[in-house]
């Protein structure tokens, strides 16, 4: 199992540093929460919700192979640049005077989350195929520019 998540001493420095946002946003919104929505917990229940989501996706990211992350890393980064672009269209979604949102049955996110991940994996890719030749300044310095 260790070999999923990490060492039991990361896994307990993530779960305090969680259980620590966790207190802060409780302690940061209640009296809000109560005002708006009667509930002193509601964003506490939000943060809970996004917080089951990410664990479902690390578990999931943890569970795929290395070289099938390899061989897509490109198509992520491209499929999440374009998501960046259809924000310009209809599908985008306006928030706060700024038009960086998609929603999507309802949900509301920011693809450019996305195009941060794929930009990393599909550097990460290229780096590793490419060890030889980042011995030239040009090609270490330019290509992934």
């Known amino acids: 199992m260790w070999r999923l998540v990490g060492t039991p001493q990361l896994v307990g420095a993530a779960a305090v540093l969680v259980g620590l946002g966790l207190v802060n946003v ?3 919104s209640a009296l809000r ?3 708006a929505f009667g509930s002193s917990t509601t964003y506490l229940i939000r943060q809970l919700v996004g917080l089951a989501i990410g664990l ?3 578990t999931v990211a943890a569970l795929v192979p290395l070289a099938m ?3 897509s890393s490109f198509l992520l980064w491209a499929g999440a640049t374009l998501l960046v672009a259809a924000t310009f269209t209809p599908l ?3 928030h706060h005077g700024a038009q960086r949102w998609l929603a999507v049955g309802g949900i509301a996110f920011q693809p450019l989350e996305l195009v941060k ?3 990393i994996l599909a550097l990460a890719s290229w780096l590793s195929a490419n ?3 980042l011995h030239n300044a040009r ?3 330019g290509v992934p520019l």
């Open 26 to 28: 409780y302690s940061a």
């Open 92 to 94: 985008g979604v306006q």
């Open 33 to 35: 929460a109560e005002l």
């Open 117 to 119: 991940v794929g930009l």
């Open 69 to 71: 992350l390899r061989r």
């Open 139 to 141: 090609v270490s310095l």
């Open 131 to 133: 060890q030889k030749a």
């Open 56 to 58: 479902v996706a690390a």
